[in-house]
């Protein structure tokens, strides 16, 4: 998978946020083989430099760091922290997310637009947490984005794929531009059906750090994507709705 | 002059945002920085003058999904 220019080695991305401990942490990312994972900025208080704790920890990762905008629910506060990120992470990535609701987590489709159209043009390469929406899809693809990031279902809910004809729609509308999962992911299962569908990976937290076993959780769903994406190359036969034999009628003894 | 500091009124001797991050102790350390709601990077800090009642935001890297 290729996104900006840039070869991600696993279709599996990895939050950093609520594990246990950062041992459980280190040990869910290695169990699980993720390219990519997901970092944030929050306040510092001055003496107690757990800023240079995390960075030290999630440097000994060895993945790629997307930083978010999480918690920003205006186009200022998302492009402020954005460039906050930028400096302190050094990476012109950027998973945007610009809430609209409150206990959904819904992006504010608007915002999203406006706030991706001043980051891209700022150099950052944005990859923006959205709605299945095609044509907010559009939208985001227009000012810049290389890449989309439909939700699953809201976040940490890990409800799975609530609307899958509206994600069918999505990854067909845009065969060609990268489509990963962000969001509400709970299950193996649902991460296999996601590539089943033709997304390109899945972008997963809390399903993993809340689990009773993290590591394992991790690594179930790294089987998982694999085997979705490994189906999804295999051509999958078509569904129909009437009973066709699978054992040849031709040759079949005669006995009454 | 007094400041807010992350949310918290701060008495602050400095007059510039980089003398002001040095005396609350956060010299050296990995933070990024916004006064008044706008990002200023680390280069500008030296030259970023502060006046009595500006806001100051000091982040650095944390846990996220």
Redesign the interface.
């Known amino acids: 998978m290729q996104v900006y220019g840039k070869q991600i080695t696993s279709r599996l991305m990895l939050g950093t946020a609520q594990y246990p401990s950062p041992s459980v942490l280190a040990r869910a990312f290695q169990r699980s083989g993720a390219g990519v994972a997901t970092v944030s900025v929050r306040r510092e208080a001055g003496a107690d430099r757990a800023g240079t704790a995390f960075w030290d920890l999630v440097r000994d990762l060895d993945v790629t760091l997307l930083p978010n905008t999480a918690g920003c629910h205006s186009v200022r506060e998302a492009v402020t922290t954005a460039h906050m990120a930028r400096e302190l992470f050094d990476t012109p990535w950027i998973k945007l997310e610009v809430i609209g609701h409150a206990d959904t987590l819904q992006p504010d489709p608007f915002g999203l637009v406006e706030a991706a159209r001043i980051l891209t043009e700022d150099g950052f390469q944005v990859f923006p947490y959205t709605t299945e929406d095609v044509v907010l899809a559009d939208r985001l693809l227009s000012v810049g984005c290389e890449v989309l990031m439909p939700w699953g279902a809201p976040i940490g809910t890990g409800l799975g794929l609530t609307n899958v004809y509206g994600l069918r729609t999505i990854r067909a509308q845009f065969p060609d531009v990268p489509m990963v999962i962000d969001a509400g992911l709970g299950l193996p299962s649902q991460a296999a059906m996601a590539m089943e569908m033709g997304f390109d990976a899945v972008l997963l937290n809390t399903a993993v750090a809340k689990a009773g076993d993290p590591a394992a959780m991790a690594e179930a769903f790294a089987r998982a994507v694999e085997a979705g994406r490994l189906a999804r190359e295999a051509d999958p036969m078509e569904p129909r709705d009437m009973a066709a034999p699978s054992t040849p009628v031709i040759g079949k003894a005669f006995l009454t | 002059m007094k400041i807010t500091v ?2 918290t009124p701060t008495e602050v001797r400095a007059e510039t945002l980089a003398g002001a991050l040095d005396e ?3 010299g050296g ?6 006064v008044n ?3 200023v ?2 280069t500008a800090r030296e030259n970023t003058a502060l006046s009595p009642g500006d806001r100051i ?9």
């Open positions: 992350n949310g609350l102790g956060y350390a990995k933070i990024a920085s916004a709601e706008s990002f990077p680390a935001e000091i982040v650095a890297p944390r846990q996220g999904g």
